[in-house]
């Protein structure tokens, strides 16, 4: 991943505090519809992770459904990997 890419993880304060990607922003599933405009300022595309990738799969849909350019990266334990495999 690229520095042009903004990840969100949509899981509790609580979990998030638990252990997170580097630079992963923190706003939780029931408070994505509510951000929305923030999000929509925020550098895109936007990745969303979770613990498992299921309450990110539903933040990926309803913000895709709003024009916001996104994915769905799954677990943060996954996005993580990911940003680390790209670093070699």
């Not at 997170?20 to 992770?49: D, F, H, Y």
């Not at 996954?78 to 680390?84: A, G, Q, S, W």
Request: with cysteine; charged share 20%.
């Amino acid at each position: 991943m690229n520095n042009q890419k903004t990840i969100i993880d949509v899981r509790t304060p609580g979990e998030f505090m638990g252990g997170s990607v580097a630079g992963s922003i923190n706003i939780p599933l029931n408070e994505i519809e509510n951000r929305l405009e923030e999000i929509k300022l925020m550098p895109q595309p936007v990745v969303l992770c979770c613990a498992s990738g299921n309450r990110s799969g539903q933040a990926t849909a309803y913000l895709r459904s709003q024009g916001v350019e996104c994915e769905n990266g799954g677990s943060w334990f996954d996005v993580n990997y990911m940003i680390h495999e790209n670093d070699n």
